[in-house]
């Protein structure tokens, strides 16, 4: 235990911020100034771990379009960002819940409040982690700003036990969770405002890495079409419009044949883009969809098989 405090305190995001000396006797515009600067390196530090990043969206796309799943674990701020993500891609993406999960350290209830003593549990990690008994064909990213939270390298450790692939997102480098990851994603933010307050720079570095981790899989996935959200669920007034904005955008039609379209589809932005580049009927589009795994490009360009 004495050498694990030893080692935490070598931690870059545990030491002392220099640039935030004084902070509590700063006035307001000057700590927020002091905060956006540091937070101006976030960027530029995952710009850094780009050719690492592009590896993991590879597995991550590889192992979905086989039917696999994207699993994110982590502790505190680190599991918080990862159930967020988690969350916003059957929205955004048109995914099943089940394709994109998440692990947090104490639960569902650690999502709303602290429970800080899961994340010293090796045992829990292990066993949260094998009750979704990862695969072959499962992608397992482990994020903590440490890269050494008991936890989560426990849970990426069974993980790769059970020949799923791996990916750490650290802020620290040649830490022990890269060691227990097929691709490791480091980004290096530095010391935190507020000494060891990994919420903010590192927080902040990974909620921008899932960011492209999540996005950059779909897209190549086929579930964006161009750079539009092709798959939205148009489950209110306002994803209805940005439905229609999208059909428009995307085919080059006017208001009332989006709106017919989207209808005629019962309401499903997909299959009413489907219908409307190739004429074919909803059942038509459904099974071209089907046929193409999501991949709207791919169901327009075999479209003619369908008629």
């Known amino acids: 235990m004495k050498r694990a405090k030893e080692n935490l305190r070598r931690l870059k995001t545990e030491q002392a911020n220099t640039a935030s000396g004084g902070l509590d006797l700063k006035s307001s515009l000057e700590i927020a100034r002091i905060i956006n600067r540091e937070d101006a390196r976030v960027a530029t530090a995952v710009a850094r771990g780009l050719p690492q990043i592009a590896n993991a969206i590879d597995l991550i796309a590889d192992a979905i379009s086989r039917g696999g799943r994207l699993i994110y674990v982590g502790a505190g701020t680190s599991g918080r ?24 350290a104490g639960g569902r209830k650690a999502l709303g409040s602290a429970v800080e003593g899961s994340e010293d549990s090796q045992e829990l990690g292990k066993a949260e982690m094998a009750k979704k008994k990862p695969g072959r064909n499962d992608v397992v990213v482990g994020i903590a700003a440490s890269g050494r939270t008991p936890y989560t390298l426990a849970a990426m450790q069974y993980a790769r036990s059970c020949s799923a692939r791996t990916v750490a997102v650290v802020c620290n480098g040649k830490s022990p969770l890269t060691k227990a990851a097929d691709v490791a994603i480091v980004t290096e933010v530095g010391p935190e405002v507020i000494s060891g ?61 989006a709106e017919s379209a989207l209808k005629s589809s019962g309401n499903q932005v997909p299959v009413a883009f489907v219908m409307l580049k190739t004429a074919l009927t909803r059942k038509q589009a459904e099974r071209a969809l089907r046929f193409a795994r999501g991949n709207v490009r791919r169901a327009v360009d075999l479209g003619c098989l369908f008629q």
């Open 197 to 257: 307050s990994s919420r903010m720079k590192a927080g902040t570095a990974q909620k921008m890495v899932l960011n492209i981790l999540s996005t950059g899989a779909m897209t190549r996935l086929g579930y964006v079409y161009g750079n539009l959200m092709i798959n939205v669920h148009a489950k209110n007034y306002k994803l209805q419009q940005r439905g229609l904005e999208i059909l428009k955008r995307a085919t080059g039609v006017r208001q009332r044949e």
């Open 81 to 104: 960002i990862a159930a967020l993500d988690a969350a916003e891609c059957p929205p955004t993406f048109g995914t099943k819940p089940s394709t994109v999960q998440y692990v947090i």
